[in-house]
């Protein structure tokens, strides 16, 4: 299955909250369901300046201590992509948005990300997200 890599406390919003834009430089073509995978780095620096930014949205997140890191955390459906040179929403100005839907948590999965979209085993999600 697709899958891709999203850095804490960003993945997190996506599976548990209402985060339904993923900010790319890239497009995508794809359309249907895609692993969210919590990428293992996060410094305190780009959790405390995501946590501002979750503020203004009107959402709390949990500590950085106590967020899954290195893991498939859940799934999400990827309906769109459109370039935007303005910011709306969780969108960013100048970046594709891949618009997201329906987000569904699973049974964490240890997995190493990569960057761009990767391919994580069949038999691996199978297990989780029945």
Same mark, same amino acid.
Not at 58 to 78: D, F, Y
């Given at each position: 299955?697709? &899958?891709?890599?999203?850095?804490? #406390?960003? &993945?997190?919003?996506? +599976?548990? !909250? +209402?985060?339904? $834009?993923?900010? *790319? ?10 692993? +969210?995978? &919590? ?12 946590? $501002? ?14 967020? *899954?890191?290195?893991?498939?955390? =859940? ?8 370039? !935007?040179?303005? &910011? !709306? =929403? ?13 987000? *569904?948590?699973?049974? #964490? $999965? #240890?997995? $190493? =990300? *990569? ?16």
């Amino acid at each position: 299955m697709k &899958a891709l890599s999203v850095r804490q #406390p960003w &993945a997190w919003e996506i +599976i548990y !909250s +209402i985060k339904n $834009i993923e900010n *790319r430089g890239w497009p995508i073509n794809y359309r249907g369901d895609i692993l +969210i995978h &919590a990428a293992k780095k996060c410094t305190k620096k780009e959790y405390e300046i995501a946590s $501002i930014f979750f503020q203004s949205m009107g959402v709390s997140i949990p500590e950085l201590k106590m967020l *899954r890191r290195g893991q498939v955390i =859940g799934i999400v459906t990827i309906v769109d992509c459109k370039f !935007s040179q303005v &910011a !709306s =929403g969780w969108g960013m100005p100048l970046q594709y948005h891949w618009k997201l839907e329906n987000p *569904r948590e699973i049974t #964490p $999965i #240890p997995y $190493i =990300g *990569r960057l761009g979209i990767f391919e994580v085993p069949d038999d691996l999600v199978m297990e989780v997200a029945a």
